[in-house]
């Protein structure tokens, strides 16, 4: 069974310029979520889309957001870049009919703001 | 707020064995997880807890206790590739599947 798969891997923008990530969860699941993680703050929960809606949401601003599609693939966006959006994007999916649930992680996308 | 608490960093010798702790604010638990995280790659899971006791998987195992919002990671019959950052990881009541992850212990393996 193929993992969980994020496109692209490696990422440089400048700031003021915006970005799309994806992530193609495990065949089956119906939950992605999504999470930063920095050096100094670890792993933070973004935002979780389930069946197409947005189930739950973390602490971040607006200038990020996302969605998912039919097929359970999903994308983040954020706008306005920043130079503290630096970190490690990570998608996670899982099942999600009940929670919290196994979530297995993808590999990653490293966001680099100039 | 939901703090999860755990060691910054651990060393231990090949061979041993080595216990991670964590701790956790108790209000609305739903559920532990443990990752192992080696450098620049994605969290792999180890466990889940979301009864007291201890579940065990081969060299790895974890613990719960509920009433003390307290949760341990033992690593039995250490290895060099043992080295890498351990994640406890709660999720609450109402959060679906959003987990609250804690700032993990660096785990260093020495000869």
């Known amino acids: 069974k193929a993992g969980v798969t994020q496109t692209p891997r490696y990422l440089i923008k400048t700031r003021g310029q915006q970005v799309t990530l994806s992530c193609s969860p495990i065949?089956?699941?119906?939950?992605v979520s999504w999470y930063q993680q920095t050096p100094g703050q670890g792993l933070q929960f973004l935002f979780e889309?389930?069946?197409?809606?947005?189930?739950n949401k973390g602490n971040f601003p607006g200038r990020f957001s996302g969605r998912q599609f039919s097929n359970s693939r999903s994308e983040m966006n954020v706008s306005t870049l920043e130079l503290g959006d630096s970190a490690l994007y990570l998608c996670?999916?899982?099942?999600?009919?009940?929670?919290?649930?196994?979530?297995?992680f993808g590999p990653g996308t490293r966001l680099t703001v100039t | 707020g939901q703090n999860i608490d755990q060691p910054t960093e651990m060393t231990a010798t090949e061979g041993a064995i080595v216990q991670i702790n964590c701790t956790y604010q108790?209000?609305?638990?739903?559920?532990l997880f443990w990752y192992q995280q080696h450098a620049g790659e994605a969290p792999t899971f180890l466990s889940y807890n979301v009864l007291d006791g201890l579940e065990e998987k081969g060299r790895f195992s974890s613990f719960l206790s509920r009433s003390k919002g307290y949760s341990y990671l033992l690593l039995k019959e250490l290895q060099m590739k043992d080295s890498a950052s351990y994640l406890c990881?709660?999720?609450?009541?109402?959060?679906?599947?959003?987990?609250?992850f804690g700032t993990g212990t660096q785990l260093k393996v020495e000869l």
């Open positions: 889309y389930f069946s197409e809606t947005q189930r």
């Open positions: 990881a709660v999720g609450f009541t109402g959060g679906g599947n959003k987990l609250t």
């Open positions: 108790t209000s609305g638990f739903n559920g």
């Open positions: 996670a999916s899982s099942f999600g009919t009940t929670s919290p649930y196994e979530q297995y």
């Open positions: 065949s089956g699941h119906r939950s």
